[in-house]
């Protein structure tokens, strides 16, 4: 399998500084297990959670000020039976759309990071459609869900938020895939 890098881009969202303070055990390249102690600093836990390979999707909810589309790497299956997934979220929302992304989509990452340039009305040059619950699913993706909220832990300064999913559509193409800070595609 041949992977191929589709931007250079650096990548990483920012969030207010802080300090995490927990045990980091890890396995030397020789084999021997070493006990990090006390503060981690959050930009070394950035380095580190860079080198996890993540699929790239946009989370899409209703709120207030209408329709609201967020890029998230942390969004993952949990269950089959229900089928149930999950994803960490700044603020909980009640039902919430997932739009896997593909590799000509990364502006739609971009865009919805909050890093392409303010375009009024964020959704009004995204192609979209709405799924059945009313919300957006982006147009020429490699999946969509349509979820139900039906459980949020809270989890430092995000929200898990577990979504039974009520409807679920294959598309085409290969997927945006987020490793080391860049944009990748799996060929
Ligand atoms: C690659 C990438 C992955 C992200 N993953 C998540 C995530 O899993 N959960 C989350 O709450 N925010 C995540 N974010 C951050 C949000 O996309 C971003 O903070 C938010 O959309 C800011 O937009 P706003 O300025 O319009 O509020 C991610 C950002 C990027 C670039």
Not at 150 to 155: G, K, R, S, T
Not at 174 to 179: F, G, V
Request: glycine share 10%; aromatic share 8%.
């Amino acid at each position: 399998m041949e992977v191929l890098q589709t931007s250079a881009l650096p990548l990483g969202y920012v969030a207010p500084p802080f300090v995490t303070r927990f045990y980091l055990r890890c396995r030397q390249p020789q084999g021997r297990t070493t006990t990090l102690g006390g503060e981690l600093e959050e930009q070394e836990f950035r380095d580190v959670m860079a080198r996890l390979a993540a699929s790239v999707v946009v989370i899409s909810a209703r709120t207030d000020r209408g329709f609201r589309g967020l890029t998230a790497t942390s969004f993952v299956s949990i269950s089959t039976e229900p089928p149930m997934v999950l994803v960490g979220l700044e603020r909980m929302t009640i039902t919430f759309n997932v739009s896997v992304l593909t590799r000509s989509q990364e502006f739609i990452a971009e865009r919805f990071a909050g890093r392409a340039p303010a375009v009024a009305g964020a959704w009004s040059d995204v192609p979209h459609h709405l799924g059945a619950n009313g919300l957006p699913l982006i147009d020429g993706c490699a999946a969509w869900l349509e979820c139900k909220l039906a459980q949020v832990h809270q989890a430092g300064d995000h929200d898990i938020c577990v979504g039974g999913v009520e409807a679920a559509t294959k598309g085409d193409g290969e997927p945006l895939i987020l490793w080391d800070r860049s944009f990748w595609s799996l060929r």
